[in-house]
């Protein structure tokens, strides 16, 4: 690579480099300068190897110098790193994997799409997905007047803990099949949104839509958005393996797991909303609808704010 063409290929992420670490308030959390003097050192390497003796080699062994003094400047100040992970670590990682956010949502779209085409023109299918066990159980609860009595068949405390270990489990599997260039990613997300649209049209078919949906969607707003940004996770991290850029590929890697572990870690406090809501207020499938509307629009509205508002306003306010 010319050195004109790595100049050009680098020059903004070393301004806002330049910009972080002359930011005077200390904004900038550790782990976020840690990530910095990496991407710097290894641009510093390749400068190095390539262009031995010119400017740019330099400026980026001043850079590097900088960034590594204030790593040790603020190694001491993380008295508030608990909230500063999800105020402000989270959004800047979902801000930056907005476009992996984007592709897993697609996916998860087309997969329940075709879920739901299939189940409607074969009638096999939902149980190929489902399990004959869990669509005959679902089939006795409709003839017993509680179509979605599945959420009510045992204790609320049971329920909740079970629930919110398994979704946790899910969205790390999402997560770490990352690794597998996506790829494993990609299967995990499809085949998750395909059992969302064969058991949402299971319900279609049984005339009983206007009532289940609401009700799935009581906990299922959390869950289901929270599963696409898993699945996004795991292509941010299986992505960095495919396109490590000017870094190395074990250092490219190295920061794509950092930054997806970071989305996954950030998701644990909405599973457990979720699991709350659906081992605790589910149950009650036929409460109001009024009570079901609030509901589901304060948790869409939660998690549209948090993982794709509010990263634009943050990142907005940091280039101000």
Same mark, same amino acid.
């Given at each position: 690579m010319k050195e004109a063409a790595f100049i050009k290929l680098n020059k903004a992420r070393w =301004? =806002?480099?330049e910009k972080v670490v002359n930011d005077q308030q200390g904004h900038t959390p550790p782990d976020r300068l840690a990530e910095l003097f990496i991407q710097v050192t290894d641009d510093l390497s390749f400068s190095r190897t390539k262009y031995p003796e010119s400017r740019t080699t330099q400026y980026l062994n001043a850079l590097a110098s900088k960034v590594h003094l204030e790593i040790y400047k603020n190694k001491h100040e993380e008295k508030n790193r608990f909230i500063t992970f999800w105020k402000e670590e989270v959004p800047r990682v979902m801000f930056e994997?907005?476009?992996?956010?984007?592709?897993?949502?697609?996916?998860f779209v087309i997969a329940g799409t075709i879920g739901a085409l299939s189940a409607r023109y074969d009638d096999t299918f939902v149980r190929l997905i489902m399990g004959d066990s869990y669509v005959n159980m679902t089939l006795e609860n409709i003839r017993n007047g509680n179509p979605t009595g599945v959420y009510s068949h045992s204790s609320e405390l049971q329920m909740f803990f079970f629930i919110t270990w398994n979704n946790i489990l899910v969205s790390f599997k999402v997560f770490v099949y990352g690794v597998f260039a996506s790829v494993g990613t990609g299967y995990?997300?499809?085949?998750?949104?395909?059992m969302v649209g064969a058991f949402i049209?299971?319900?279609? =078919?049984?005339?009983?839509?206007?009532?289940?949906?609401?009700?799935?969607?009581?906990?299922?707003?959390? =869950?289901?958005?929270?599963i696409v940004i898993a699945g996004a996770a795991g292509f941010v991290m299986g992505n960095s393996l495919i396109f490590p850029g000017t870094y190395s590929r074990l250092t490219s890697f190295k920061m794509g797991a950092v930054k997806g572990l970071k989305m996954v870690m950030g998701l644990v406090p909405f599973f457990i909303i979720a699991g709350f809501i659906e081992s605790f207020i589910t149950r009650f499938e036929f409460m109001h609808w009024s009570i079901k509307t609030v509901i589901i629009g304060l948790s869409a509205a939660l998690m549209v704010y948090y993982f794709i508002i509010?990263?634009?306003?943050?990142n907005r306010h940091g280039k101000s």
């Amino acid at each position: 690579m010319k050195e004109a063409a790595f100049i050009k290929l680098n020059k903004a992420r070393w =301004e =806002e480099f330049e910009k972080v670490v002359n930011d005077q308030q200390g904004h900038t959390p550790p782990d976020r300068l840690a990530e910095l003097f990496i991407q710097v050192t290894d641009d510093l390497s390749f400068s190095r190897t390539k262009y031995p003796e010119s400017r740019t080699t330099q400026y980026l062994n001043a850079l590097a110098s900088k960034v590594h003094l204030e790593i040790y400047k603020n190694k001491h100040e993380e008295k508030n790193r608990f909230i500063t992970f999800w105020k402000e670590e989270v959004p800047r990682v979902m801000f930056e994997s907005r476009m992996q956010l984007l592709c897993s949502f697609i996916i998860f779209v087309i997969a329940g799409t075709i879920g739901a085409l299939s189940a409607r023109y074969d009638d096999t299918f939902v149980r190929l997905i489902m399990g004959d066990s869990y669509v005959n159980m679902t089939l006795e609860n409709i003839r017993n007047g509680n179509p979605t009595g599945v959420y009510s068949h045992s204790s609320e405390l049971q329920m909740f803990f079970f629930i919110t270990w398994n979704n946790i489990l899910v969205s790390f599997k999402v997560f770490v099949y990352g690794v597998f260039a996506s790829v494993g990613t990609g299967y995990f997300l499809f085949f998750n949104g395909l059992m969302v649209g064969a058991f949402i049209m299971f319900f279609a =078919e049984q005339n009983l839509l206007s009532h289940a949906l609401p009700v799935i969607m009581l906990h299922g707003t959390i =869950e289901l958005s929270s599963i696409v940004i898993a699945g996004a996770a795991g292509f941010v991290m299986g992505n960095s393996l495919i396109f490590p850029g000017t870094y190395s590929r074990l250092t490219s890697f190295k920061m794509g797991a950092v930054k997806g572990l970071k989305m996954v870690m950030g998701l644990v406090p909405f599973f457990i909303i979720a699991g709350f809501i659906e081992s605790f207020i589910t149950r009650f499938e036929f409460m109001h609808w009024s009570i079901k509307t609030v509901i589901i629009g304060l948790s869409a509205a939660l998690m549209v704010y948090y993982f794709i508002i509010y990263p634009i306003v943050l990142n907005r306010h940091g280039k101000s």
